[in-house]
Nanobody, 123 residues
């Protein structure tokens, strides 16, 4: 069984930065794709970024490209999301997820999910 625990969310002013962390346990971490998704009130969950098991390959959604960066430290079994130049529309609950046999943006392909961490950006 995999457990994913996010941290690092909070309240920040527009233009500010936050770094989210997601710690994994219970499974070989370095073999699997990790992703970040977010869900704003009244909206569908949307893809934010994903990273391959090795950390070499990454992909970011167009809405965050150039502002957010996904990374991972396999020795620490942790994936990060560095968020810079935050905008009001980035306000959402952010989830990390693990995909055993997939790399991409489709949330249904991610098998394990964390509980989420709230990010609120004030305008």
């Amino acid at each position: 069984q995999v457990q994913l625990v996010e941290s690092g969310g909070g309240l920040v002013q527009a233009g500010g930065s936050l770094r989210l962390s997601c710690a994994a346990s219970g499974r070989t971490f370095s073999s699997y794709t990790m992703g970040w998704f977010r869900q704003a009130p009244g909206k569908e969950r949307e893809f934010v970024a994903t990273i391959s098991g090795s950390g070499i390959v990454t992909s970011h959604s167009d809405s965050v490209k150039g502002r957010f960066t996904i990374s991972r430290d396999n020795a620490k079994r942790t994936v990060y999301l560095q968020m810079n130049s935050l905008k009001f529309e980035d306000t959402a609950v952010y989830f990390c997820a693990l995909a055993p046999n997939y790399f991409g943006e489709i949330s249904n392909m991610y098998t394990y999910w964390g509980q989420g961490t709230q990010v609120t950006v004030s305008s």
